[in-house]
């Protein structure tokens, strides 16, 4: 069966287009905490709470005082979300300028699991990222996270394409088999080299 054509992109934020990385968090809140980073990185987890926190279905306050308790933190919600802010990195400049380059022979958007705290940082930090896609569809705001199939019929719907006509670019395994399970055309990023090939095959430079 043929392959439809592509005709539009969805990109991954965090670990596809900018870089994150949960030990800097960790070693942030080190100092605040009564665990050794051994035991911080024992017991963070990206539990129900942490899902429930991206779906907007609780507060930062909510899963910032969780943390407090389960990661033995001094219950100072700033120095919490100064830490929590330390997730990110650079941008990933080379997937970045080909996601430029694609905007100029289709749709390019971005879908991030993500909340309201790191959406105001990823906002100011990242301006020519933002700038480089049309629609950034976050998880907080639809009520919905990858990898599941609801977000993705929710963010095909928004973009008006079919499902099987979006190519989508994300670096956790778990979300790319949940897109390509809802029909997208589904390409597990480990590095700019991966999308760079992905689009050649279909053909933009």
Request: hydrophobic share 45%; net charge negative.
């Amino acid at each position: 069966m043929k392959t439809p054509k592509v005709q539009a992109l969805l990109f991954d934020l965090g670990g596809v287009l900018i870089d994150v990385d949960f030990n800097r968090v960790l070693e942030h809140w080190l100092p605040i905490s009564r665990l050794s980073l051994e035991e911080l990185k024992a017991t963070f987890r990206l539990d129900l709470p942490y899902e429930q926190h991206e779906r907007g279905e609780i507060t930062a306050a909510e899963y910032f005082a969780y943390l407090a308790a389960t990661l033995q933190l001094q219950d100072d919600p700033a120095r919490i979300a100064e830490g929590w802010n330390a997730i990110f990195g650079d941008e990933i400049t080379e997937t970045v300028a080909l996601a430029q380059a694609a905007r100029a022979q289709m749709p390019c958007y971005v879908f991030s699991n993500t909340n309201p705290t790191h959406q105001v940082a990823w906002t100011a930090r990242y301006p020519r990222v933002i700038e480089a896609f049309e629609r950034i569809f976050v998880s907080s705001e639809m009520g919905l996270r990858k990898p599941e199939r609801k977000a993705f019929e929710y963010v095909a719907h928004a973009m008006n394409v079919p499902l099987s006509a979006i190519m989508f670019f994300d670096d956790h395994a778990g979300n790319v088999e949940g897109a390509a399970a809802a029909g997208l055309q589904a390409v597990h990023v480990r590095g700019p080299s991966d999308v760079r090939a992905a689009l050649q095959a279909i053909g933009v430079a």
